[in-house]
C-alpha cells in the first residue's frame, strides 16, 4: 500500500500499510453489504476504501485536515461515506442513533485509545462488533486471566461490559512509521444487556476500584484503606462464604468471583449511599 501521507508523530499517527493485518480487519469485521460501519480515525483512506466496498454505509471520522481533504476528495457527498471531521473524545455518539446498530473498526492512537473504548462501552448498544488496534500491553490488560501482572481495574471494567478477544500481536513493521512497540488486534462485543441489577453493578465497580488501588495490598486491606460505602466486614463475610482466603489480593480475584461478591454484598446492603 503506497503512502499518501506523511503521518503526524504529535497526533500519535502509524498508518498500517500491511496486507495481511488489513485483510483480518475486514475478516473480523464480517461485514456484510447492509452494514454501517463506524471508522475511527480514518488516516488516508486505506481502511475506508475497503469499508465502503463492503458496507451499505461508513461514517468515518478524522480530526488531521490533510487526512480530511483526501478523504473528501476521494468520497464526495452522495456516495456511501460520510467523512465527519471530529475528535472522537467529543464526537456526540448519541448522532449515530438513526444508523444504529453499527460495526466499528479504528486503528486507535496509543494515547486516547482507553479512554475512546470507555466512550464506545457507554453507548454499546449503537455498536454490536468493535474491530479495534491497541497497544499491545493494553490489548494484555483488557484479555488478562486472574493472576496475571496485567489482569486490574481496566479488565475487568471491560469484561463486565464485554466480551474481548486478543485476535492478534502486529509488529512495529506493519505500520508507517513503526512505533517503538508492538501492537495488537482486538475484538469486542459489547454485551446486550447488563450482568448485575444496577444497585448491586455499583457495588461490582466499588469493589473493583477499591482492591485494586493499592494492589500490593491484600484485597480487604485496599478496601479498609480505600474509604468506600461497603462494610469491609460485610465483605469478609462474603469472601468466606465463596472460600476466598482473607489474604487473597484483587488481582487473585476471578471476575466471576467479583461478581458473586457483589451479588453477596449487594444482596447484604452494601454499595452506596442511597
Same mark, same amino acid.
Given at each position: ?11 500519535? &499517527? ?58 473528501? &476528495? ?10 465527519? +471531521? ?95 512497540? +508492538? ?63 482473607? &489474604? ?24 452506596? &449511599?442511597?
Amino acid at each position: 500500500m503506497a503512502l499518501r501521507l506523511r503521518p503526524r508523530k504529535s497526533l500519535g &499517527q502509524h498508518f498500517l500499510r500491511d496486507d495481511q493485518v488489513h485483510e483480518e480487519i475486514l475478516h473480523w469485521s464480517q461485514l456484510k453489504r447492509s452494514d454501517r460501519v463506524l471508522e475511527i480515525g480514518a488516516g488516508d483512506g486505506t481502511i475506508t476504501r475497503s469499508l465502503a466496498e463492503r458496507a451499505k454505509k461508513v461514517v468515518a471520522v478524522e480530526t488531521d485536515r490533510r487526512c480530511l481533504r483526501l478523504l473528501r &476528495q476521494e468520497f464526495p457527498p452522495g456516495g456511501n461515506v460520510e467523512v465527519v +471531521e471530529a475528535d472522537i473524545l467529543e464526537y456526540d455518539l448519541l448522532s449515530l442513533e438513526a444508523l444504529a446498530p453499527l460495526k466499528v473498526v479504528a486503528d486507535l492512537p496509543y494515547n486516547i485509545a482507553t479512554a475512546v473504548l470507555g466512550r464506545l462501552l457507554s453507548s454499546a448498544r449503537l455498536f454490536p462488533l468493535m474491530v479495534l488496534m491497541f497497544q499491545k500491553e493494553v490489548a494484555r490488560r483488557l484479555t488478562a486471566e486472574a493472576g496475571s501482572k496485567s489482569y486490574g481495574s481496566l479488565t475487568l471494567a471491560t469484561r463486565y461490559r464485554a466480551e474481548v478477544e486478543l485476535i492478534r500481536i502486529v509488529p512495529p513493521g506493519a505500520f508507517v512509521p513503526p512505533p517503538k512497540v +508492538e501492537s495488537a488486534l482486538v475484538r469486542v462485543v459489547p454485551r446486550p444487556a447488563p450482568l448485575l441489577p444496577p444497585k448491586t453493578e455499583e457495588v461490582f465497580f466499588l469493589l473493583v476500584r477499591a482492591g485494586f488501588r493499592q494492589r500490593r495490598k491484600t484485597f480487604l486491606n485496599s478496601l479498609s484503606r480505600s474509604g468506600p460505602p461497603v462494610p469491609v466486614e460485610t465483605v469478609s463475610a462474603a469472601m468466606k462464604t465463596l472460600s476466598l482466603p482473607e &489474604q487473597v489480593r484483587a488481582e487473585a480475584i476471578s471476575f466471576e468471583n467479583f461478581l458473586r461478591l457483589a451479588g453477596i454484598v449487594g444482596g447484604a446492603g452494601g454499595g452506596g &449511599q442511597g
